[in-house]
């Protein structure tokens, strides 16, 4: 057995393997061990989750942002953007849309935008919960105070979405000049511990990023054990001082996934939409590597396109029904099937 063999077999039978080899194989996949990983990733997934991919309905009810993430399109410094806000009647009004065509999952992402104090956005999850007991609610509103946390936890809301976006301090540090990394990963924790079920995740290609930096993510979520990780790839955003830089790889991009999956089994993963727009196949992809979730988009029509976290993002012409059914279109091409339901995490 040649070495790549024998570490895709301990990933696969121990769900860990040390960095050195972590770094072997990321330095020596050929397309053929490439091949064998998302196989191994398949066999993983379907053995926690069958073949069923979760669907979560995205509302990005404020493109306000106050922080100046270089990669991000809505960041405050960028003057090209048309800058909304969702009133809580047009997010009841998306929430009931995307209700009737079917989803139990919502979530609620935005810049950071302290207009939406802490007590709106308790009165906001307290409403959906009421008018829709039986949907999960997931809040992705970037770094707040504990307190903050738990009391939206306690209006009702189930999940929290954080990217870590990088494990490199080096690399967190230059692409938020206002941000402090560990703060943000105290963020995560503080929602553990609330109980809320936590996403995290991480770019892929961004500039400067190196296969050790990989490896840290990949070594950061074994430790941290969260239930959801958002993985997609970097791609430039028009009037940022990321906009000349190269996009992320698909390819690379899979190769993430697939060993999230095997390191951490029972995640939910992500197929992003980030993927479908550099690759007309990319959510598709994402799927045959490991990938279990997708998130169409419940934002009103009016508002799709205006939040452009990166150039060219896809589907921001499209009615929330037709993104409906063009994804389990997708998904049923890839021998995977839809489900409705909450789809929580198996990791308790
Ligand atoms: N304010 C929230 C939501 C941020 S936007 C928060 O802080 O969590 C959601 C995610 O989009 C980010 O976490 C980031 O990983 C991703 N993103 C932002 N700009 C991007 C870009 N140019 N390319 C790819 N992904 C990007």
Known sequence: MSRIQGILSQLYNENYIPKYDMIYLLENLDEGSREQLFDCARKIRSKYYENKVFMRGLIEFS???????????????NENVDRYRLSKDEILSCCKEGYELGYRTFVLQSGEDRWYTASKVADLVS????????VAVTLSLGERSYEEYKLWYEAGADRYLLRHETASRNLYEKLHPDGDFDNRRQCLYNLREIGYQVGAGFMVGLPGQSHYDLVEDLYFLK????????????????STPLAKEKAGRVEDVLVMLALTRLMIPESLLPATTAMGTLDPRGREKALMAGANVVMPNLSPIATKSKYQLYDNKICTGDESAHCRMCIEKRINSTGMKVDMGRGDSLIA
């Not at 409403?127 to 039986?134: G, Q």
Request: proline fraction near 10%; charged fraction near 20%.
């Open 63 to 77: 493109n306000i942002c106050s922080r100046n993430c270089i990669y991000c399109g809505i960041r405050a410094a």
């Open 127 to 134: 409403s959906i919960k009421e008018l829709f007991p039986d």
């Open 223 to 238: 430790e941290l054990k969260p239930h959801m990780i958002g993985i997609g790839p970097f791609i430039p955003a028009n």
